[in-house]
């Protein structure tokens, strides 16, 4: 069992900066790929960027590319998503999840999601 919890969220204006993290707790969190999903009012959940248990490989939705950062600290048992240049349409619910593996995650097909965290980007 793997138990996530989201923080970081809040209010921030166009063009700032967010750092999202997500706890981890369980014996075997370092093993899973994580990722971090959103989901906005109305509209379908999806995939925001994801990487593997050692870090080595991340992945990137195309409109995060450049500006997000994936990244994550076993030893701390903590996923982070460095948000910058935010725009209003990142305005979500921003979720971490845990899967087997990289394609998998990038599948959607989890194991264990966190309760989430708000992000509001104003304009």
């Known amino acids: 069992q793997v138990q996530l919890v989201e923080s970081g969220g809040g209010l921030v204006q166009a063009g700032g900066s967010l750092r999202l993290s997500c706890a981890a707790s369980?014996?075997?969190?370092?093993?899973?790929?994580m990722g971090w999903f959103c989901q906005a009012p109305g509209k379908e959940r999806e995939l925001v960027a994801a990487i593997t248990w050692s870090g080595g490989r991340t992945y990137y939705a195309d409109s995060v590319k450049g500006r997000f950062t994936i990244s994550r600290d076993n030893a701390k048992n903590t996923v982070y998503l460095q948000m910058n240049s935010l725009k209003p349409e990142n305005t979500a619910v921003y979720y971490c999840a845990a899967g087997r593996l990289l394609h998998t995650v990038v599948a959607d097909d989890t194991d264990y999601w966190g309760p989430g965290t708000q992000v509001t980007v104003s304009s």
């Open positions: 369980g014996r075997s969190y370092s093993r899973y790929a």
